[in-house]
């Protein structure tokens, strides 16, 4: 493991990764086991990634963990990941403060239930000025959904005259998106074999390198997350611009 650090600390690591977690539900079917076993043991996964991410000086990392379509899921396994949340962020508070991690969230809390939002808005509240990486997650989430109310929103703007129409640019945009305080996405990560976006980030994703593997997300641990990193590190990223532009700007 330390021997992936020295190789990561040779490069820039990405400064903002995003992670669809999938795979739990077959992870415990191929162990004979419910889904939510998959989904529990999901939350070591969730820690270890943090964690890594923390090492090795990722400064934002943002977690895909209920999307809007989730709600369609029987209702007992939306129960449980609801009740999972709520433990880990209890469990984890402290973990947060000691290394300095700051807790966002975008999405629609006010559809989750009571008890997670509550606990949700004392986390994100206590860890507010925490300022080494910062950890979002994706809770109610859906980007169409997220586009949709970007454009009621700037709209109004332009109806109550606050805004003219020619001075929409990409900026604007993007303070309106939920994820207004974070850079755009660098790295995006799925697990399981799914070659999709899914309905995450699709604005913020527009310049990002995407890493798909085949290890389910409970099986993904921080050596994973270091080996993608390692990859990551072997692209070579234009913006839209030639190979030697870039080799001219490095230089
Ligand atoms: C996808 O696997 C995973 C999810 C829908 C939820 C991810 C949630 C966790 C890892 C646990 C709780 C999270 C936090 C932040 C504490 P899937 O169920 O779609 O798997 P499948 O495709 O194999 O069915």
Redesign the pocket.
Same mark, same amino acid.
């Given at each position: 493991m330390e021997e992936l650090k020295t190789q990561i600390a040779k490069n820039p690591v990405p400064n903002h990764i995003a992670v669809i977690?999938? /795979? %739990? /539900? *077959? +992870?415990a079917?191929l162990k004979g086991r419910p *889904?939510v076993f /998959?989904?529990k043991n999901?939350?070591t =996964?969730?820690k270890q990634v943090i964690e890594g991410c923390a090492e090795v000086g990722v400064n934002y990392l943002t &977690?895909?963990?209920? =999307?809007t379509e %989730?709600w369609n899921r029987p209702k007992f396994e939306v129960k449980t !990941?609801m009740a &999972? #949340?709520v433990s =880990? &962020?209890k469990k984890e508070l402290k973990t947060l403060q000691k290394n300095n991690i700051k807790l966002t969230t975008i999405g629609n809390i006010q559809n989750l239930p009571k008890k997670a939002q509550i606990e949700l808005s004392d986390v994100v509240k206590k860890t507010e000025n925490n300022n080494t990486l910062t950890l979002t #997650?994706a809770l109610s989430y859906g980007s169409r959904e997220e586009i949709v109310n970007v454009i009621k929103n700037i709209s109004k703007k332009v109806v109550n005259n606050q805004l003219n129409v020619e001075e929409i640019n990409e900026k604007i945009i993007n303070n309106h998106l939920y994820t207004f305080s974070l850079p755009d996405v660098d790295f995006m990560i799925r697990t =399981?074999g799914?070659k999709r976006i899914s309905n995450f980030l699709l604005w913020q994703l527009a310049y990002a390198e995407l890493y798909f593997t085949d290890t !389910? +997300?409970p099986d993904f641990k921080k050596k994973n997350l270091f080996n993608a990193i390692l990859d990551y590190q072997t692209r070579e990223r234009r913006f839209g611009k030639t190979s030697e532009q870039i080799e001219n700007i490095n230089e």
């Open positions: 977690m999938d /795979g %739990n /539900g *077959r +992870w079917k *889904r /998959g989904h999901g939350v =996964s969730v &977690l895909y963990a209920f =999307s %989730n !990941l &999972l #949340l =880990s &962020l #997650l =399981s799914e !389910l +997300w």
